[in-house]
């Protein structure tokens, strides 16, 4: 019956025949200890006594079958038929014994069961006298031993139905338990966080791994100890008293600083406990600056390496080897170039070469912010340090470069007063924000940078003289693009469009000679945007005319310079035949060479030389 009930309900059960007890220790039962001791089952389902022996035995949950009172009846008045005294026994006191006498005209008495000692006791007293026995399987083995009336007291199949329902409801819980129990103690062993947590009477009853670790103390002797026995500075029973929480405390145990939650535990309305959590400042500390590092890396990315650097000449070699050597060092690097040759790039390369490479690189151009918020910009500015001011102040722009590099490019553009702020955090490597009172300390290199010759800003003033020598300790000198013309013809097949380079070669092989005379006032960045504009022409107009039409299209100032270089050209020519014009009259009118050197200004040497000059050109 039973297993025909748990298949109609959705259970899975095992039935075991045996009772646990003095009398009949049968294989099944050695089974389910067996069972109970692995954790195979989850609720135990038993009938009065044995269920109550289970109960006492095993930390399990147990269902007992209780029996109904039509149960009771239908075997009370089969009973009667051995003896009109009857002894019914159960797990509990039976009520409404005395209405049930009246009915059936018999006797009732009721024995509990304590224990299966006791009971075979009990029951053996009866055999003196004429009763009948009625009660589960303990009882009917013990009443049969003593030579008993007996008759087994039946479970009806809706009773049976009701326990096993509430055995599958508890069984439902008791794995929801489990599995929160799990999640739980996966959480406390592999969180790097410290948890301590102390019941009413202020004992530990939670210690973890990490709060081990932390606090140096094994968790085995502090579970179960007072926590002031443990932790003597503890405030964690404060909490458990006032049911105030502590949260970001920070606190001092030996050696070890950490911070710290207080939180009390509530059932319902009651405060039953607290619990802390912590961890060692210094871990906090490392933790917010790999995440600003992360942040920051996020947003001030570099685009270029050195090998973006372009070019085989020897003298822009020179200087990619000069940058890589810098790159190994942490020391300011000053770098000097007309505008358009690339101090970003050279800049951008020595900070990917760097050991600082995964740190942000920040690049500031002093000359573009305005005055009034370069110092803010730079420096930072703490809360409520002018109007308009966010609530909890900004960082500037050298906090954001730490662990990285900042580049300071046009720092001739920086007011004389932000200059000495910056001197001073070249020297203490430590900035103050603007309005704050903190010092916060800096962990960046410096690269600056100008267009201007070095020299005329300390002439000009441009630059305070401590800051340039604190700044001029590496310095690097970017040539011009016509200091390095043999780089122009790579330049230009490397930035123009690849499906353009085949049909500008030619073009630019007529057009190099020009392009190598051409002076490039903006150096590269005008040679970038010159390819650019040859690329477009070449796109709109598949074929070219004339060399000339290319020119005037593409770059106008290129023809410019070479009708400038014709006219000085001619004029050279007019000057010497000028000059020989003047130096034949001088000839004729004068009857020595003395004397027509005398008359043009100039020593007979020098007359000579022209003379022979004349000669050759005839």
Sequence with gaps: MVQSVAEEIGLDIDIFDGIIGEVGRLGDVQNIKERLEEGSIDVIVSRGGTAQEIARNYDYPVVTISSGSLDLIECCNKAKQFSSNLVITSATPLVGLGLLENVLGVTISGIVIKDFTELENQIAYLANGDYCVIGGGPSILYAKKYGIPNVFLHTSRDTVRDALLRAKELSRLRHEVNRRSSRLQAILKY??????????????????????????????????????????????????????????????????????????????????????????????????????????????????????????????????????????????????????????????????????????????????????????????????AFTGAKRKGKAGLFELAHGGTIFLDEIEAMPIDVQGRLLRVLQEREVFRVGGESVISLDIRVIAATNKLPQKLLTDKAIREDLFYRLNVLRLDIPPLINRKEDIPLLCQEFLPKDKRQQARSILEKMMPSLQEYPWPGNVRELINFVQRLGFFLEVHKDVSSEYELLLNVMPELLQNMKEKSKEGDLRQQMGDYEEAKIVEALNNSDTLVEAAASLGIGKTTLWRKMKKISKNQ
């Design 191 to 384: 969180t790097n966080v410290g948890i301590i947590a102390i019941d009413e009477e202020e004992k530990i009853d939670i210690f973890n791994g990490a709060a081990e670790k932390i606090l140096g103390v094994n968790a085995c002797e502090a579970l179960g100890q007072k926590v002031t026995e443990v932790i003597p500075n503890t405030r964690l029973q404060e909490v458990l008293a006032d049911g105030q929480a502590q949260i970001n405390e920070i606190q001092s145990i030996g050696d070890v600083r950490i911070i710290t939650n207080r939180v009390p535990i509530y059932e319902g309305e009651v405060i039953v406990g607290a619990v802390a959590t912590f961890q060692e400042t210094s871990n906090i500390i490392q933790a917010v600056h790999q995440l600003r590092k992360e942040e920051i890396g996020r947003r001030f990315l570099t685009k270029y390496t050195l090998s973006d650097v372009l070019g085989k000449s020897h003298i822009i070699k020179m200087k990619k080897e000069l940058a890589e050597k810098f790159a190994l060092s942490d020391l300011t690097v000053f770098i000097y170039g007309p505008s358009g040759t690339g101090k970003e790039l050279f800049a951008q390369g020595i900070h990917r070469a760097s050991k600082r490479a995964d740190g942000p690189f920040v690049a500031v151009n002093c000359g573009a912010l305005p005055e009034s918020l370069l110092e803010s910009e730079l420096f930072g500015y703490a809360e409520g």
